[in-house]
Structures are given as C-alpha cells and as structure tokens.
C-alpha cells in the first residue's frame, strides 16, 4: 500500500474530529472520513506515536485523555 501524501494533512484533520476517548472501530474511520486504509492507517500511527490515541481490543481507537 502506498500513501498519497497530498491527502494527508486533510485526512489528519477528519480523522481526529472523528476520534474520542470513547473506542471507535479503525474500519468506522475508513468510512466516516472517507478515506483509503492506508491513509488512514497511517494517520493513526502518527497519532499513536505521538501518544495522542491508544489502541483497544477489537481493532478500536481512542483519544489519549
């Protein structure tokens, strides 16, 4: 897979206004922001890097508090 940079500082912006502290599933993201799973993907992983979301059970996301 490989990623459109283009798309990412749009994706960026979505993806967190879809994100809570409440656990979302990472295949709702896919569909609330429509954006690619790669995209996607990538965005979390920068999130998670930065310690800004956590990873949960089932494939599920949450803001960090």
């Given at each position: ?38 995209v996607v ?25």
């Amino acid at each position: 897979m490989t990623v459109d940079e283009q798309q990412l500082p749009e994706a960026r912006v979505k993806i967190l206004e879809c994100l809570s502290p409440s656990p979302v599933a990472i295949d709702e993201l896919v569909r609330q922001c429509d954006a690619s799973p790669s995209v996607v993907l990538t965005v979390l992983l920068e999130l998670e890097l930065a310690g800004r979301i956590e990873r949960q059970a089932g494939q599920k996301v949450a803001l960090v508090g």
